[in-house]
Each structure stands twice: as C-alpha cells, then as structure tokens.
C-alpha cells in the first residue's frame, strides 16, 4: 500500500503564488509517476502536471509556464510551484503516485483564488 498526504493549499489572490507538497510513504517502487490532478466545482478530475521518476514532465496546457512541478526521490516527495494563479484555477488538488499498474491516491487539498 501506499500512502500519500498533501499539505500547502489555502486562499490566495490573483496573481499569488503557493506551493503544493505530497509525501509519499509504504510500498513506492523505484520507478513511478507522481503528480497533480485538481477538481473544480462542477467539472471533472483533470491532470494539472506529473513527473516520472526519471524527472519527464508532463502540464495541462493551461498551467503552462506558471506551474512547476519537481520532486526528491530521496525523500518520495513532489512539489508544484504555482504562480501567477488565477480564479480558474480554483480546485482541490490530489497528489497521486502511479506505480506497478496501480494508482494511488492522496486526500486533496484545497486551493482558493479569489479574484
């Protein structure tokens, strides 16, 4: 099994910045894909930007060139870097870790932008 827990969501203005975190703890195979997805109100889970454990990364194109997205094998931990944030993007924010076949997922975080 494999546990992850978010923490670095909250309210910020447009134009702000904040950063995500997810630990990964349990059975976490050397290679895997770790990332972000996020949920508006109303819409579906979409991918907001993953990486693979090689450092591949992959972004919605709507976060392009304002999230970034890195992470510490070391530690199985990820991090987005989000700037320049806007009220649409407004969700909850889930870590996940795809290993083995299997995906895995964290509780979310909530992330408020108000205009």
């Known amino acids: 099994q494999v546990q992850l827990v978010e923490s670095g969501g909250g309210l910020v203005q447009a134009g702000g910045s904040l950063r995500l975190s997810c630990a990964a703890s349990?059975?976490?195979?050397?290679?895997?894909?770790m990332g972000w997805y996020r949920q508006a109100p109303g819409k579906q889970r979409e991918l907001a930007a993953d990486?693979?454990?090689?450092?591949?990364?992959d972004y919605a194109d709507s976060v392009k060139g304002r999230f970034t997205i890195s992470r510490d094998n070391a530690k199985n931990t990820v991090h987005l870097q989000m700037n320049n944030l806007k009220p649409e993007d407004t969700a909850v924010y889930y870590c996940?870790?795809?290993?083995?076949?299997?995906?895995?997922w964290g509780k979310g975080t909530l992330v408020t932008v108000s205009s």
């Open positions: 349990g059975s976490i195979f050397a290679i895997n894909v």
């Open positions: 990486i693979t454990s090689g450092g591949t990364t």
């Open positions: 996940y870790l795809y290993r083995g076949g299997a995906d895995y």
